[in-house]
């Protein structure tokens, strides 16, 4: 079985000097909402949406001020170690919900090409979006900072992402993009064939996917649409399901997450508790990598 890596923003928490926590202080400021806006929240969808509606309600900023900016300071996000131990593992399709390319300049620091592969050059949604840095594919899922309006933030973005998302997985493309028709992604996978990889959806029932780095909150809607449609798809026998999700989890978070942990089980994703000594981030990650490849090795 091949696999993939679906790696989620907590990695970026380990580099020095810039952070989410800055930028969503600075992003409550570009927009005149100190003291108005508290900024650190969990569920950050909804925090966008807050934020839009008083830049907008104020005219202080428009959304597409809002995404620039966003863009340009997660740019300076920088890479470090877990980033490149990750991709040593040996895992050529790398899913990633980060808008920036610290994965990417981890392994290509100076001469790193952020042109859109895609088989369509989507300007708003990521259904194909994908970048090249030496032999790993990146497809960035939530957008890219080099196309702000691609970022997925806010319900509205995610609604229309996950309409997007369940045409191309139940209904096809249609005559939705021009010189590219394909047959849903059910109809291909019944056929049981190898089929070449066109979108990051793909991956999600072809390979085994360890997510890594994510936390998987409920707001992540069109997420948790996808492992709800994979487990009933699976279930329903409708296609030969032969591969496997793996999530990564702090053993010391088992209490807090117990109703996540729960309703991933029951979508068919197996959690993997990986211990996380006096709340060592680092070696934290450390004992995830160990544990991806014993699981890959077992899958051989």
Request: with cysteine; charged share 20%.
């Given at each position: ?43 950050f ?36 170690d ?31 090409e ?75 996978l ?31 809607i ?14 329903g ?7 496997s ?56």
């Amino acid at each position: 079985m091949q696999n993939a890596l679906l790696i989620g923003n907590d990695i970026n928490s380990l580099s020095p000097g810039y952070d989410w926590a800055q930028l969503l202080r600075d992003l409550v400021a570009f927009v005149g909402a100190q003291g108005k806006i508290s900024e650190l929240r969990e569920q950050f969808p909804l925090l966008y949406e807050e934020i839009c509606i008083h830049a907008g309600s104020h005219g202080t900023k428009t959304e597409g001020q809002i995404k620039q900016f966003i863009a340009d300071k997660v740019q300076e996000l920088k890479p470090n170690d877990i980033h490149l131990d990750l991709l040593h593992i040996g895992i050529n399709e790398v899913l990633t919900t980060n808008y920036e390319f610290t994965l990417e300049r981890s392994i290509l620091p100076s001469q790193l090409e952020t042109k859109n592969r895609g088989v369509v050059s989507e300007t708003r949604y990521s259904i194909f979006r994908n970048v090249q840095a030496e032999q790993i594919r990146f497809w960035h899922i939530h957008g890219d900072a080099h196309t702000p309006n691609s970022i997925a933030l806010g319900y509205e973005h995610y609604s229309g992402y996950l309409q997007s998302m369940r045409n191309y997985v139940v209904s096809g493309t249609g005559d939705a993009y021009k010189n590219v028709q394909l047959t849903p992604l059910t109809q291909r996978l019944s056929k049981g064939s190898k089929q070449e990889l066109m979108s990051w959806l793909d991956v999600l029932f072809t390979h085994d996917v360890h997510i890594v780095g994510l936390g998987l909150d409920f707001v992540e809607i069109h997420l948790w649409w996808l492992l709800t449609f994979r487990a009933r798809l699976g279930n329903g026998r409708k296609w030969p399901h032969q591969n496997s999700l793996f999530y990564y989890y702090p053993t010391q978070r088992e209490d807090l997450d117990r109703t996540k942990l729960r309703f991933l089980r029951a979508n068919n994703v197996l959690p993997q508790a990986c211990d996380r000594p006096n709340t060592d981030k680092r070696a934290y990650y450390k004992n995830v990598i160990r544990k991806i490849k014993s699981n890959i090795k077992s899958r051989s």
